[in-house]
């Protein structure tokens, strides 16, 4: 199609009496119709690159999680089982010095559930692979920064493959209590619900940017009126969800994840419920996300691109 457009554009320049007696092409209005066609076709072309640029995305993306997960493989092979047990899911990115706090505060047993704990490096520059494996933890690495869902996505996959019960996932920045993955994951241990989220608001949190909160606040009833129920913290990763649900979920969001997989695991009818839990500031360092206004259109796109395809 570009070709033909372009093709008659330079026919056209060449030899402009080829319009001539065409309707709308009079030779008043000549060069004000070329002006149009030449921006559709630009249109046309960036339309046409952006979709090929999301597909290569997509692509390359898919190529960096299944390189993670085969040398992930390669190292640990069989070691790397973890049937019924609670695996934890650790997204880090540049997190060194958290993780040497929150790594030691793991449970070991949970309600006679072994705990395992993989920590998913996302491209980090820093120290963060080697703190885990000092600390006797396995890495799957994404050899570049991805996001917080890529991240988990790997976590995920690891989950199903050596069939964990359980998944839980947390912060490595350290505003997630190691301490509380017990009463997260009771519910579902109990044969309660599939699906438990950690709310802030229901517990308690140590309060940050006023345009934050409000943001929680407004994102929170968006959220809960596209479910049609009472979702009081949408943006939260604290939680945790039994691995049997995972594949029943089609998670795409590299970045802004909370939200599709609450929107993913209510739409496809996991039981679910909501618990008080705490949130802390951040040990060290500084947080990985976006400016308020960048994170909040970022929200509210994966939002609503969850929402249109459940």
Same mark, same amino acid.
């Given at each position: 199609?570009?070709?033909?457009?372009?093709?008659?554009?330079?026919?056209?320049?060449?030899?402009?009496?080829?319009?001539?007696?065409?309707?709308?092409?009079?030779?008043?209005?000549?060069?004000?119709?070329?002006?149009?066609?030449?921006?559709?076709?630009?249109?046309?072309?960036?339309?046409?690159?952006?979709?090929?640029?999301?597909?290569?995305?997509?692509?390359?993306?898919?190529?960096? $999680?299944?390189?993670?997960?085969?040398?992930?493989?390669?190292?640990?092979?069989?070691?790397?089982?973890?049937?019924?047990? &609670?695996? *934890?899911?650790?997204?880090?990115?540049?997190?060194?010095?958290?993780?040497?706090? *929150?790594?030691?505060? /793991?449970?070991?047993?949970?309600?006679?559930?072994?705990?395992?704990?993989?920590?998913?490096?996302?491209?980090?520059?820093?120290?963060?692979?080697?703190?885990?494996?000092?600390?006797?933890?396995?890495?799957?690495?994404?050899?570049?920064?991805?996001?917080?869902?890529?991240?988990?996505?790997?976590?995920?996959?690891?989950?199903?493959? $050596?069939?964990?019960?359980?998944?839980?996932?947390?912060?490595?920045?350290?505003? $997630?209590?190691?301490?509380?993955?017990?009463?997260?994951?009771?519910?579902?241990?109990?044969?309660?619900?599939?699906?438990?989220?950690?709310?802030?608001?229901?517990?308690?949190?140590?309060?940050?940017?006023?345009?934050?909160?409000?943001? &929680?606040?407004?994102?929170?009833?968006?959220?809960?009126?596209?479910?049609?129920?009472?979702?009081?913290?949408?943006?939260?990763?604290?939680?945790?969800?039994?691995?049997?649900?995972?594949?029943?979920?089609?998670?795409?969001?590299?970045?802004? $994840?909370?939200?599709?997989? /609450? &929107?993913?695991?209510?739409?496809?009818?996991?039981?679910?419920?909501?618990?008080? &839990?705490?949130?802390?500031?951040?040990?060290?360092?500084?947080?990985?996300?976006?400016?308020?206004?960048?994170?909040?259109?970022?929200?509210?796109?994966?939002?609503?691109?969850?929402?249109?395809?459940?």
């Amino acid at each position: 199609m570009l070709t033909v457009i372009s093709g008659g554009l330079l026919a056209v320049s060449l030899y402009p009496p080829l319009l001539n007696g065409v309707l709308l092409f009079k030779r008043q209005s000549r060069i004000v119709t070329l002006l149009v066609l030449g921006q559709l076709s630009t249109l046309t072309a960036l339309v046409w690159i952006m979709l090929r640029m999301r597909g290569l995305e997509r692509a390359m993306g898919q190529l960096i $999680h299944n390189m993670a997960i085969r040398e992930f493989s390669k190292e640990f092979g069989d070691s790397a089982n973890y049937s019924k047990k &609670i695996l *934890v899911v650790i997204p880090a990115y540049n997190e060194a010095e958290n993780l040497r706090t *929150v790594l030691k505060k /793991l449970p070991k047993e949970i309600e006679g559930y072994h705990v395992e704990a993989i920590v998913c490096v996302d491209g980090a520059t820093d120290e963060t692979e080697r703190v885990v494996r000092e600390h006797n933890f396995p890495a799957i690495v994404n050899q570049i920064n991805r996001g917080g869902g890529a991240a988990l996505k790997a976590g995920y996959d690891l989950a199903i493959r $050596h069939g964990a019960e359980i998944v839980v996932t947390m912060d490595a920045d350290g505003q $997630h209590l190691p301490e509380e993955i017990p009463k997260l994951v009771k519910p579902i241990i109990d044969g309660e619900v599939d699906f438990v989220n950690g709310s802030r608001i229901l517990g308690t949190y140590e309060k940050g940017e006023q345009i934050r909160r409000l943001g &929680i606040f407004f994102f929170n009833r968006l959220v809960s009126i596209l479910l049609w129920r009472r979702i009081t913290d949408c943006s939260n990763a604290f939680r945790a969800i039994r691995v049997s649900e995972l594949s029943k979920l089609d998670l795409r969001e590299k970045q802004f $994840h909370t939200t599709e997989l /609450l &929107i993913e695991g209510i739409s496809k009818g996991l039981r679910f419920r909501e618990i008080p &839990i705490t949130i802390k500031k951040r040990l060290s360092g500084e947080t990985k996300k976006p400016t308020s206004l960048n994170y909040g259109l970022g929200f509210a796109r994966a939002i609503f691109r969850t929402w249109l395809r459940t």
